[in-house]
């Protein structure tokens, strides 16, 4: 058994949040202790409950403190409800997207909304239009009406601008940075309620966003950084490869591609090497049998048909390789200039390619390692963010400061 369950993707999500968000204000050990205490193990209905649950009652509790002028323990109450209405939903990834899905999320932003309106400086929302989609967005300053040196954060494949404030924003602002975080294709409500597919060209999803930013007299228009985490470690170097104005990028992992993880996977199912020159482009009767091993994994399901295939608006999981193919620094790598600091997790799958993408950059650039032993060897180095904050934002105020 894990620290929780041992439903492999109950015991992640609850274990993300605990150590990953608690220092940012993302929940505490008690609260989701006892939260999973209620939860039948591997029943998503029961976990769904007791999350909202939860969530509810932390809202009724912000909302007492608002009533009697306590704005910093409504505030905390409103953001551990945020970041557990996400919990909630987390496990109903999928199209058609399940109404409870609806449900959570919008309870998320609306608790999360609750808190930003409290911060020392409100949070502002914004809408960035991109043809047809509406991106949302917030410019979270560090202090009201001083220029400072902005941070744009980008989300991954299954986090969202309201989990992005814990782990990209709170860190930023603590260091005097503005921060600007906002939800593109195949994210947020972009995803579930206009209902677009992600995209590789960040850099053209990018642009409107940074042209957001400098309508912002407290924005410094040459110290603008962007950063990434997770699936967004390769979305923010992408971006960089076809945005200029920015004056530095963090890759947290620095992921060369999408389909290079997939050949390795096929590789390691055993699929024949003359199958897999022809990647992606593998017909489904020869990938039905690794397919059917994915519906029959709990954790793969999620990952790859309830998140994947929802993601990327595709139907079948060789829809989905061709879909990945083009998530690639293939020719672009020459294309960036700032400065990129490109971090690595021990254990983290997606960190593999680090090196790769660190000895194609012709720029300025600094590989970060994180080991195990810091605590820090796991995805995003989630079990120890602060340490990743420390070497990260020491990286960046120097970077900046020239």
């Known amino acids: 058994m894990g620290l929780f369950f041992d439903d492999p993707l109950f015991e992640e999500f609850s274990s993300w949040l605990?150590?990953?968000?608690?220092?940012?204000?993302?929940?505490?050990?008690?609260?989701?202790?006892?939260t999973c205490a209620l939860v039948e193990d591997g029943n998503d209905d029961s976990w769904f409950g007791a999350w909202r649950d939860q969530a509810d009652r932390l809202v009724q509790a912000g909302d007492n403190s608002a009533a009697s002028g306590h704005r910093v323990s409504a505030r905390e109450a409103y953001l551990r409800a945020s970041a557990y209405n996400s919990l909630a939903y987390h496990p109903l990834f999928g199209a058609?997207?399940?109404?409870r899905l609806h449900e959570g999320f919008e309870a998320q932003r609306s608790a999360f909304d609750k808190a930003a309106a409290l911060l020392d400086v409100a949070g502002e929302a914004i809408e960035i239009p991109f043809e047809d989609a509406r991106m949302p967005a917030y410019l979270f300053r560090a202090e009201a009406g001083e220029r400072r040196p902005l941070l744009i954060a980008t989300s991954g494949y299954d986090s969202t601008i309201y989990e992005g404030f814990f782990g990209q924003v709170v860190p930023a602002l603590r260091r005097g940075y503005h921060c600007l975080v906002f939800d593109g294709p195949g994210q947020g409500a972009v995803l579930i309620?206009?209902?677009?597919?992600?995209?590789?060209d960040w850099e053209s999803v990018l642009r409107p966003v940074v042209d957001a930013a400098l309508d912002f007299d407290d924005v410094d228009p040459d110290r603008i950084a962007l950063t990434g985490w997770s699936l967004a470690g390769h979305l923010a170097l992408r971006a960089v490869s076809g945005e200029p104005r920015l004056a530095a990028c963090i890759a947290d992992p620095a992921l060369y591609s999408i389909g290079e993880g997939w050949i390795g996977r096929l590789r390691a199912a055993g699929?024949?090497?003359s199958v897999i020159e022809?990647?992606?482009?593998?017909?489904?009767p020869t990938l039905a049998p690794l397919a059917e091993s994915f519906h029959k994994n709990r954790a793969m399901r999620w990952t790859v048909e309830q998140r994947g295939f929802w993601v990327h608006g595709v139907d079948s999981f060789g829809?989905?390789?061709?879909?990945?193919?083009?998530?690639?620094?293939?020719?672009?790598?020459?294309?960036?200039?700032c400065p990129v600091l490109c971090a690595a997790a021990e254990e983290d799958p997606l960190s593999r390619s680090a090196e790769r993408v660190y000895e194609g950059l012709s720029g300025p650039k600094t590989l970060l390692r994180f080991t195990a032993a810091e605590g820090a060897g796991g995805h995003c180095e989630m079990g120890n963010r602060p340490l990743l904050d420390q070497r990260?934002?020491?990286?960046?105020d120097e970077i900046l400061s020239t």
Do not use: S
């Not at 150590?19 to 006892?34: H, I, S």
């Open 271 to 273: 699929i024949d090497e």
């Open 392 to 396: 990260v934002f020491d990286w960046l």
């Open 278 to 284: 022809r990647f992606p482009d593998i017909d489904e």
């Open 319 to 337: 829809e989905l390789l061709r879909a990945t193919e083009p998530f690639t620094l293939d020719g672009r790598l020459d294309g960036i200039r």
């Open 18 to 34: 605990v150590l990953g968000l608690a220092p940012y204000g993302g929940g505490t050990l008690g609260e989701v202790r006892a």
């Open 193 to 200: 309620e206009q209902e677009i597919p992600i995209r590789a």
């Open 96 to 99: 058609p997207v399940d109404p």
